[in-house]
């Protein structure tokens, strides 16, 4: 029976792994400009080693953080709310 579970539960996880971040379904009139969003991030501590617009309509970020921890951090490029965060530490 636990040989038929792992498999099951592979198979049902597996689409939420792969679901990408969505942010904003806001026309891209509405976002912040990429520039002035990624000199405000700097202004705050971050270093930002790579920036990106996903396929899910979010500004990413992958670098450093005010206290020098490794980040990738998704926003809604509208409101500049971070919507998911990933951390080293």
């Known amino acids: 029976m636990k040989k038929l579970l792992l ?11 792969l679901a990408k971040t969505e942010c904003t379904t806001a026309e891209r009139s509405t976002w912040q400009d990429a520039e002035a969003f990624q000199a405000n991030l700097r202004d705050q501590g971050y270093q930002i080693k790579k920036f990106k617009v996903t396929e ?3 500004y990413e970020i992958y670098g450093y953080d005010a206290e020098q921890r490794k980040v990738e951090i998704y926003f809604n490029p509208v409101s500049g709310e971070a919507v998911k965060t990933k951390m080293a530490d």
């Open 56 to 58: 899910g309509n979010c």
């Open 7 to 17: 498999p099951l539960a592979l198979l049902i996880a597996s689409p939420l792994a």
